[in-house]
């Protein structure tokens, strides 16, 4: 089956600043790959996703880009507030299962 | 519904009892999936409703997690013989599928178990 795998497990940026976050997979037939956000004793959101015929994709302060010959993807969030510390997790999927990585801690200090 | 709802969202169980959890999905999605969540880890996969039946359940850890979906909406986690291994958040979420949908989960609050 797929393996995702996901770094860092922690990230500690200041306000502001830039984070990023990388997920790599196994199986190359995955074709969607979402990113989910877990407020602590929440349930986990999406916040953004990309599918496998494109490269990247923006909503205002995220991104996400897709290398599918490297079968990486990362999250990229600019203009780091402290509202976004949370837990994030990468997905892949090729349509079916959705099999998540071990998640990123992210703390952005005020 | 208005989102997918689990019940109960706290069970505390002695090992060896038997626990039931539900998944109401957001009505009219067609798949429905089940995963568990421990502490500090990312979800993982158990078992994929498309409509009433089990499309892959090989996410089940062993023949004591059974899963049904009778009228394909309102599914059903069954744990026989609890385990303190079993505890964890157990998170369903639901999709809709067909033609054009983004594939998007959206996920339920979780049931946290807790075998004493």
């Known amino acids: 089956g797929e393996n995702v795998e996901q770094h860092p497990s922690t990230l500690s940026v200041q306000e502001g600043d830039s984070a990023v976050i990388k997920c790599t997979y196994s199986?190359?037939?995955?074709?969607?790959f979402p990113w989910y956000k877990q407020e602590l004793g929440k349930r986990p959101q999406l916040i953004i996703d990309i599918r496998s015929n494109v490269g990247e994709k923006k909503d205002q302060r995220i991104a996400v880009t897709l290398n599918k010959t490297a079968k990486h993807f990362s999250l990229h969030i600019t203009e780091t507030q402290p509202e976004d510390s949370a837990v994030y997790f990468c997905?892949?999927?090729?349509?079916?299962?959705?099999?998540f990585g071990t998640g990123t801690s992210l703390t952005v200090i005020p | 519904g208005a989102g997918v709802s689990q019940t109960p969202s706290n069970k505390v169980t002695e090992k060896g009892k038997y626990v039931e959890l539900r998944c109401d999905p957001i009505?009219?999605?067609?798949?429905l999936y089940w995963y568990r969540q421990s502490l500090g880890q990312g979800p993982e996969f158990l078992i994929y409703f498309q409509g009433t039946g089990a499309a892959d359940d090989s996410g089940l850890p062993n023949d004591r997690f059974f899963a049904v979906r009778p009228e394909g909406s309102v599914s059903t986690l069954k744990i026989q013989r609890t385990e303190r291994g079993d505890s964890a958040v157990y998170l369903c979420a639901s999709s809709a599928r067909g033609r054009g949908n983004t594939g998007e989960l959206f996920f339920g609050e979780g049931s946290r178990l807790t075998v004493l």
């Open positions: 199986d190359s037939a995955s074709n969607y």
């Open positions: 997905a892949a999927s090729t349509g079916n299962q959705f099999y």
């Open positions: 009505s009219g999605h067609t798949a």
